[in-house]
């Protein structure tokens, strides 16, 4: 099974523009807890690192480029993400990194619950053996 989910967002699209919605249990399969984004990052940076216990996410670039590296302990596979209508689904206890951020990168991500340190896993060896114990 690919460790790389992607869904695909209509777009609205007019003579003016294009739009893209996303909705809660229509195009969204969880419930919408939080947005936060991610912008600005500098040259050369990463971040992630780490799996979540219990959230599940969905990250998309609306703006610029960024390489997401997705790892279930077994595997990794990696995508680049550069468009406002592909979401990229960050599953429970799915190790991510992201790299290459380009300067006018704009990331959000959905949610499905509330900031919560805890339900993180930041060290890859706990990852590792949560993992196996399941
Ligand atoms: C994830 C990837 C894709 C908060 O206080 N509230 C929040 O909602 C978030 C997301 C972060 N923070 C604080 C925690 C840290 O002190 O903001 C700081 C930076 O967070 P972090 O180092 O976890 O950022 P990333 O980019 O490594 O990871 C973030 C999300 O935290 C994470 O859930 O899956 O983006």
Not at 29 to 42: L, N
Not at 87 to 115: N, R
């Amino acid at each position: 099974m690919s460790l790389i989910n992607l869904i695909d967002f209509n777009i609205l699209g007019d003579e003016r523009g294009s739009l893209v919605s996303l909705e809660q249990y229509q195009n969204i399969p969880f419930d919408i807890k939080r947005i936060y984004y991610i912008f600005g990052t500098k040259d050369g940076v990463a971040r992630g690192f780490h799996a979540h216990k219990e959230l599940k996410q969905i990250a998309i670039c609306i703006q610029g480029e960024c390489r997401f590296i997705m790892d279930n302990g077994k595997q990794k596979e990696e995508i680049i993400l550069n468009k406002p209508n592909k979401g990229l689904f960050i599953d429970v206890m799915q190790w991510h990194e992201m790299y290459d951020f380009s300067h006018d990168c704009v990331l959000i991500v959905l949610a499905s619950d509330h900031y919560d340190e805890q339900d993180y896993i930041r060290n890859y060896d706990d990852f590792l053996a949560i993992g196996l114990n399941k």
